[in-house]
Each structure stands twice: as structure tokens, then as C-alpha cells.
């Protein structure tokens, strides 16, 4: 079972800060992708990573896969409140996918 | 459609009762998969579909979870004999490309919250 750990488990900041969330594993993926998911609805994509050391930016969003395509981290500058929800990443290897459990992110107003 | 449905929501069964769920998929999307996600946790795959083709079953827990897609579209996700630990939301999600990965991304219901009493 390819492991994937996010963290922290919970993050809870004010509106305008800056923060970081990581995705590691002890596994090599050809490619990682990282969701958002809103209670009671499903996950979204937001990007796909696929060669180490990529950095990819979706507005306030930054995303960066490591060098040797094991970890992953998202940055968000100047969070909203709309930022608010469980981020997801899933990292695929040899056809399998596999889910974090993702980082519960609350921004307060 | 615009999205990919799941029916029904909400379902509450008791503990033994056989119960199935339905994904109907974005419209000519070829991949189908399902996923099961506790409370807490993220999804873990179930179970995945190309076309009609059931081509990976690895993630069923048992033998009591069956899944169908006959026509290739529509899909169906049976759970027999329910018991407390199935008690879960069910995410099924489409994708226009085949294989369990792509840059295509996947497309997800809101899916079904199974609560088991």
C-alpha cells in the first residue's frame, strides 16, 4: 500500500494569511494530483503535477512537486474564506491511485 | 448532463438489509470508478470501469460489495447484507480517457452517505 501522509491534519488561520500544506510518501509517483472537497460534495481538481521539481500556480495557489516526485505542497497566498475545505492529494503509481486524507483548511473572516 | 449524479443522497439502511447506489456518469465518459470515504479520511478506491468492462475489482472490501455497468453508461454499486462498518460516502466519478490515470481529471459526484443502523 503506497502511503500518502498530508499534513497538518487541521489548519485553522485569518483571512490574508499565507500557509502551506504538504503531501509526503516514501513512494515515487509518475504523477500527483491535488483536490479541494466541500462538505457534501465531491472532490475537485485543482492541478496535476507530473515531473519533479514542477511548480505549477493557479492564482493564490502554488503547487510544487518535489525533485524526486514523493512529496508535494500547496501554498495559498492571502487566504480567503473561500479557500475554506478538505484538500486532497492522490498520487498515481503503476496504474494505482491513492488518496491522502487530506488537510482540513478553515479560513475566518 | 452537466455533472455526474449519484442517487440516492441520503440512505439509511438496517444492519443486514441489501442496498444499491447509482452513478450516472457525464455523458460519454469512458472511465467510471468508485470510491468509499469514512468520516475523516479521504477516498479509497473501490472499484473501476472502462466502458462495460469491470477491469479492476481490487478495492471491494468483500464479497457482499458488487458493481455493475451494463450499457457502459449508467453504473450501480450493490452492497448485500449491509453491516455498521459499510457506513460510508459512496463517490463515484467519470473521466473522458481511459486507464485509472490521466491528465484528464476526475469528475466526482457528491455521492451517497450510507448510514447503516
Known amino acids: 500500500t503506497q502511503l500518502l501522509e498530508q499534513s497538518p491534519q487541521f489548519l485553522s488561520i485569518q483571512e490574508g494569511e499565507n500557509l502551506t500544506v504538504y503531501c509526503n510518501s516514501s513512494?515515487?509517483?509518475?504523477?500527483l494530483q491535488w483536490y479541494r472537497q466541500e462538505p457534501g460534495e465531491g472532490p475537485v481538481l485543482l492541478v496535476t503535477?507530473?515531473?519533479?521539481?514542477e511548480v505549477k500556480k493557479l492564482k493564490r495557489l502554488t503547487f510544487q512537486f518535489g525533485d524526486a516526485r514523493k512529496d508535494s505542497s500547496l501554498h495559498i497566498t492571502a487566504a480567503q474564506p473561500g479557500d475554506t475545505g478538505l484538500y486532497l492529494c492522490?498520487?498515481?503509481?503503476?496504474?494505482?491511485?491513492?488518496f491522502g486524507d487530506g488537510t482540513t483548511l478553515t479560513v475566518k473572516p | 448532463g452537466a455533472g455526474v449524479s449519484q442517487s440516492p443522497r441520503y440512505k439509511v439502511a438496517k444492519r443486514g438489509q441489501d442496498v444499491a447506489l447509482r452513478c450516472d456518469p457525464i455523458?460519454?465518459?469512458?472511465?467510471l470508478f468508485w470510491y468509499q470515504q469514512a468520516l475523516g479520511q479521504g477516498p479509497e478506491f473501490l472499484t473501476y470501469?472502462?466502458?462495460?468492462?469491470?477491469?479492476?475489482k481490487s478495492g471491494l472490501p468483500s464479497d457482499r460489495f458488487f458493481a455493475e455497468r451494463p450499457e457502459g453508461s449508467v453504473s450501480t454499486l450493490k452492497i448485500q447484507r449491509t453491516q455498521q462498518e459499510d457506513s460510508a460516502v459512496y463517490l463515484c466519478?467519470?473521466?473522458?480517457?481511459?486507464?485509472?490515470?490521466?491528465?484528464?481529471?476526475?469528475?466526482f459526484g457528491n455521492g451517497t452517505r450510507l448510514t447503516v443502523t
Open positions: 466519478a467519470s473521466s473522458p480517457v481511459t486507464g485509472r490515470w490521466g491528465d484528464s481529471p476526475l469528475h
Open positions: 513512494s515515487v509517483f509518475s504523477s
Open positions: 503535477v507530473v515531473t519533479g521539481g
Open positions: 492522490a498520487g498515481a503509481n503503476a496504474g494505482k491511485s491513492t
Open positions: 455523458s460519454g465518459h469512458v472511465s
Open positions: 470501469f472502462q466502458n462495460e468492462a469491470q477491469l479492476d
